[in-house]
């Protein structure tokens, strides 16, 4: 097993790595770490469990780092358990289980971690075995989960930071938000000069640094597009000091750049792409230098499959599906949601996604159409009551069908199985 490990990590480094060093201070009462720590991180799977380096892949590079005898942590940035029927059908549930067996450390909400509801998510949250952290994530003005952890190596304390982007409570369904009369009981520290996220950052970085923490490292979903502002993870980094590096999620980009601080420090901001098409790290030496970077996977197999890898990730994604092929199987397989939407999922009969496929969505008066994306998903937004949904079209590979499958007057989901 440790020679197969070592194949998947020195498959991450010829197939891409890339990374900025940056100093930083050991902090001031000289602590110091008899070896290196690796953080490695997660953002946007969106449910692509299986898919690219996918988690057995991920199971073992954290093997391989813990074996060539590093600190190993392993931390999620958000919008993990929503994107594919394993997460749709299970309501989250089964993401969870295969987090749990990775042993994730830590993670943080992102914006589609309420997809299912905020209950749905708080009952999520005790269920899985490591902390979600949010320092700006409140219920009538209080923190839902504590802003901050510490994990100490040799008397050496590192922070964890989470934040989440206040573009959460129009992304996901407002109403998750509020209470049965609309009014928000949940917000995000939303301002429009982004200055009430900046602070609360601040603050639970400052509150970390009082607590010992030589190390300040912030997980966020905030992304750096235009359309984010003013809450991007380099407006938080140019108005906030003591981060020592900014993990980031949302934008589903994998860029490496450095934002200046407060103080005009460069501050290494990181991210790794989406459905696991890169493995983030962050890396703090014994002499104290930390250097963030993410190895990249471009090939059209997953890890998994390409390597054949056998471990207790894949044996649990194994067991889930298991569970979930009976009713992703079924000829009408309905489950209710809650995005006031229907969505049609189309696979394979091994439940993978078919893209392209023409897919309508018909009453007694007329049919919406719409095509399937590289998940298998055509999503329509319509009144709720009951349609027949038609394939007239499929990709070449797969039989065509004109089989009628019918959804109820309420949104839903349907699960179709196209035959090769």
Same mark, same amino acid.
């Given at each position: 097993?440790?020679?197969?490990?070592?194949? +998947?990590?020195?498959?991450?480094?010829?197939?891409?790595?890339?990374? @900025?060093?940056?100093?930083?201070?050991?902090?001031?009462?000289?602590? $110091?770490?008899?070896?290196?720590? #690796?953080?490695?991180?997660?953002?946007?799977?969106?449910?692509?469990?299986?898919?690219? #380096?996918?988690?057995?892949?991920?199971?073992?590079?954290?093997?391989?780092?813990?074996?060539? *005898?590093?600190?190993?942590?392993?931390?999620?940035?958000?919008?993990?358990?929503?994107? &594919?029927?394993?997460? &749709?059908?299970?309501?989250?549930?089964?993401?969870?289980?295969?987090?749990?067996?990775?042993?994730?450390? =830590?993670? =943080?909400?992102?914006?589609?971690?309420?997809?299912?509801?905020?209950?749905? !998510?708080?009952?999520?949250?005790?269920?899985?075995?490591?902390? /979600?952290?949010?320092?700006?994530?409140?219920?009538?003005?209080?923190?839902?989960?504590?802003?901050?952890?510490?994990?100490?190596?040799?008397?050496? $304390?590192?922070? !964890?930071?989470?934040?989440?982007?206040?573009?959460?409570?129009? &992304?996901?369904?407002?109403?998750?938000?509020?209470?049965?009369?609309?009014?928000?009981?949940?917000?995000?520290?939303?301002?429009?000069?982004?200055?009430?996220? /900046?602070?609360?950052?601040?603050?639970?970085?400052?509150?970390?640094?009082?607590?010992?923490?030589? /190390?300040?490292?912030?997980?966020?979903?905030?992304?750096?597009?235009?359309?984010?502002?003013?809450?991007?993870?380099?407006?938080?980094?140019?108005? @906030?000091?003591?981060?020592?590096?900014?993990?980031?999620?949302?934008?589903?980009?994998?860029?490496?750049? $450095?934002?200046?601080?407060?103080?005009?420090?460069? =501050?290494?901001?990181?991210?790794?792409?989406?459905?696991?098409?890169?493995?983030?790290?962050?890396?703090?030496?014994?002499?104290? &230098?930390?250097?963030? *970077?993410?190895?990249?996977?471009?090939?059209?197999?997953?890890?998994?499959?390409?390597?054949?890898?056998?471990?207790?990730?894949?044996?649990?994604?194994?067991? +889930?599906?298991?569970?979930?092929?009976?009713?992703?199987?079924?000829?009408?397989? %309905?489950?209710?949601?809650?995005?006031?939407?229907?969505?049609?999922? %189309?696979?394979?009969?091994?439940? $993978?996604?078919?893209?392209?496929?023409?897919?309508?969505?018909?009453?007694?008066?007329?049919?919406? +159409?719409?095509?399937?994306?590289?998940?298998?998903?055509?999503?329509?937004?319509?009144?709720?009551?009951?349609?027949?949904?038609?394939?007239?079209?499929?990709?070449?590979? /797969?039989?065509? @069908?004109?089989?009628?499958?019918?959804?109820?007057?309420?949104?839903?989901?349907?699960?179709?199985?196209?035959?090769?």
């Amino acid at each position: 097993m440790k020679k197969l490990s070592a194949i +998947i990590v020195s498959m991450c480094l010829v197939l891409g790595l890339t990374g @900025t060093v940056f100093a930083a201070d050991t902090g001031e009462k000289g602590n $110091k770490l008899s070896k290196e720590l #690796f953080i490695l991180y997660t953002g946007d799977v969106h449910c692509g469990v299986d898919r690219n #380096f996918s988690y057995a892949g991920l199971y073992e590079a954290k093997k391989s780092f813990e074996n060539d *005898g590093k600190y190993v942590l392993l931390v999620d940035n958000g919008d993990s358990i929503q994107g &594919e029927p394993i997460g &749709e059908v299970t309501k989250g549930e089964a993401n969870i289980e295969l987090m749990n067996t990775l042993s994730y450390n =830590i993670a =943080i909400p992102g914006t589609h971690e309420f997809d299912y509801g905020t209950e749905q !998510f708080l009952s999520l949250a005790k269920m899985a075995d490591f902390p /979600y952290i949010s320092c700006n994530f409140e219920r009538q003005g209080k923190l839902v989960f504590d802003p901050y952890v510490i994990k100490e190596f040799d008397g050496v $304390k590192v922070a !964890f930071v989470g934040v989440t982007t206040p573009k959460t409570l129009t &992304e996901s369904d407002p109403k998750y938000f509020q209470d049965e009369k609309g009014d928000f009981i949940y917000d995000f520290c939303q301002d429009k000069t982004g200055k009430k996220l /900046y602070d609360a950052v601040q603050k639970a970085v400052d509150d970390a640094r009082a607590e010992g923490a030589d /190390y300040c490292i912030v997980l966020g979903h905030l992304g750096i597009g235009e359309d984010d502002k003013p809450w991007r993870s380099k407006d938080v980094i140019e108005n @906030t000091t003591g981060i020592d590096a900014f993990l980031d999620a949302h934008s589903h980009d994998s860029e490496q750049i $450095k934002v200046p601080n407060r103080d005009g420090e460069e =501050i290494p901001r990181s991210a790794c792409g989406t459905k696991l098409n890169g493995i983030g790290w962050c890396r703090i030496t014994p002499e104290g &230098e930390i250097s963030c *970077g993410v190895y990249n996977y471009s090939n059209d197999i997953s890890a998994a499959k390409l390597f054949n890898i056998k471990n207790e990730a894949g044996e649990a994604l194994d067991r +889930i599906n298991s569970r979930l092929e009976e009713s992703l199987n079924k000829k009408n397989a %309905v489950t209710p949601n809650n995005v006031k939407m229907y969505r049609v999922y %189309v696979t394979d009969p091994d439940g $993978k996604g078919v893209e392209d496929v023409l897919v309508q969505l018909c009453d007694d008066k007329l049919c919406r +159409i719409g095509r399937t994306d590289k998940d298998g998903l055509a999503s329509f937004e319509a009144a709720a009551k009951p349609y027949e949904v038609h394939i007239p079209q499929v990709p070449e590979g /797969y039989e065509e @069908t004109d089989e009628v499958w019918n959804v109820p007057g309420k949104y839903c989901d349907l699960n179709i199985v196209l035959k090769r």
